[in-house]
């Protein structure tokens, strides 16, 4: 099982869990509009523990794009070991009514 930690709150999910579902399921505030297709940044995280060495292509290749160096697309992230993150944008503080489109389980090919 994987420990996330997000401010004040933690909570375990199964490891090899999109982080960014892991997060929304477990009632963090987090905004993922193009429902996790690594194509809009909303989901961008920054972690202070825990961030994997490994990175998808399509998360690599939109943090360079974007001059994101220090963020992470939760979208592209697996849950494991112990992670402390804190979400860049959230539903509350922007102008849309909800996150986005739920991302699928699996990571896109």
Avoid: Y
């Avoid at 697996?78 to 849309?96: D, F, N, Q, R």
């Amino acid at each position: 099982m994987a420990h996330i930690n997000v401010g004040d709150k933690s909570f375990e999910a199964a490891d090899g869990v999109r982080l960014v579902l892991a997060l929304e399921d477990n009632g963090i505030d987090i905004l993922h509009r193009c429902g996790g297709n690594a194509a809009c940044t909303t989901c961008k995280v920054t972690f202070t523990e825990g961030e994997p060495g490994n990175m998808t292509d399509a998360e690599r290749e939109l943090i360079e794009k974007r001059d994101l160096e220090g963020m992470r697309l939760s979208c592209q992230i697996l849950t494991a070991g112990t992670m402390t993150v804190e979400p860049a944008m959230l539903v509350s503080t922007s102008e849309v009514d909800g996150p986005g489109d739920r991302p699928t389980d699996e990571l896109p090919a």
